[in-house]
């Protein structure tokens, strides 16, 4: 669905598409479901401006009133990172920057 995609993926790069692509979906569904607003279409008149607004990052963060010092917001933000090579490098690196928020 248009909005869960970088743009490596709509792009249809598939020499970069690999597990950082689905981090970005993560991170959006993650900021989606803090919100309950979707950070890139909702508002947005079509498709087009949804991929624009992807194009354009960086993701507009909600405020999340738990995140006192902004780690979390940190980690999304670096989630959802238009360009891959921002990301973490790894559902693994991802997962364990998350435990360390969580205090595990």
Known sequence: MIGYAPPEQYRNKKVDIDGRTDLFALGVTMVEGLSGRHP???????????????????????SIPADHDGRLGDFLSALTQRRMDCRPASAAEALSWLQELSGR
Do not use: H, K, N, T
């Open 40 to 62: 890139f279409r909702d508002g947005a008149r079509d498709g087009g401006e949804v991929v624009r607004r992807i194009e354009m990052g960086p993701l507009a963060l909600p």
